[in-house]
């Protein structure tokens, strides 16, 4: 069965500093990987997704990830922050195979000071 | 185009009442989600429809919670006798297709708190 595990509840970084969102995944099969932004009182949006070629892959709003199957990890980065990039962030594994619903992390916080 | 619409946004109800919540997903899309986002979690599946087919409903907590999409558009998801636990967001979501690699377009939620 697939997982994610998403390490650090809250992130602070100051306004133009590195953005670091870790994220490790279990998957028996080749993972579908996703990160998700929520906005206080919002859906969830579409940052990027990785399902195969390529394993850095680049979203919206500057961010990008990289899928590392070594390491089974998936971490979210943007090298520079902006205060609009404080939100709640989830990465995600599509069950494959049995609906393909999706399996959320516990969320990350990001808080961005100026 | 419009995207996925939730209502109510917020519905207050007592416990031991009855609750539907309302979904339109972007139209023509095939794949119909419901999650439930407790408070400070990650969404978790309840049930999923393709077109007006009910697939996997594994994710629903109990025999209260019924879901129904029968035109294969609009979909429902109704609470019997509610409980204090059921109170989460209710998170719809939509996909053009049924392939594990399509987003999922994610409606505003409907908060529900039980009192």
């Known amino acids: 069965a697939q997982s994610v595990t998403q390490l650090g509840s809250h992130v602070s970084v100051s306004e133009g500093a590195l953005v670091l969102l870790r994220c490790n995944y279990s998957s028996s099969v080749p993972p579908y990987l996703f990160w998700y932004v929520q906005y206080p009182n919002q859906g969830l949006q579409l940052l990027l997704k990785y399902t195969t070629g390529a394993t850095l892959v680049k979203g919206i709003n500057g961010f990008e990830a990289e899928f590392k199957k070594s390491e089974t990890s998936f971490h979210l980065t943007k090298p520079s922050a902006h205060m609009s990039d404080a939100a709640e962030y989830f990465c995600?594994?599509?069950?494959?195979?049995?609906?393909?619903?999706?399996?959320f992390g516990t969320g990350t916080r990001l808080q961005v000071f100026p | 185009g419009a995207g996925v619409s939730q209502s109510p946004r917020y519905k207050v109800a007592k416990r031991g009442q009855d609750v539907a919540l309302r979904c339109d997903p972007i139209s023509g899309h095939v794949s119909l989600f419901w999650y439930q986002q407790a408070l400070g979690q990650g969404p978790e599946f309840l049930t999923y429809?393709?077109?007006?087919?009910?697939?996997?409903k594994s994710g629903l907590p109990s025999d209260r919670f019924f879901a129904e999409r029968p035109e294969g558009s609009v979909s429902t998801l109704k609470i019997q006798r509610t409980q204090q636990e059921d109170s989460a967001v209710y998170l719809c979501?939509?996909?053009?297709?049924?392939?594990?690699?399509?987003?999922?377009?994610f409606g505003p939620g409907t908060r529900l708190t039980v009192t």
């Open positions: 979501a939509s996909s053009a297709d049924r392939t594990g690699a399509d987003e999922q377009y």
């Open positions: 429809f393709q077109n007006e087919a009910q697939l996997d």
């Open positions: 995600a594994v599509s069950d494959l195979g049995n609906t393909d619903k999706l399996i």
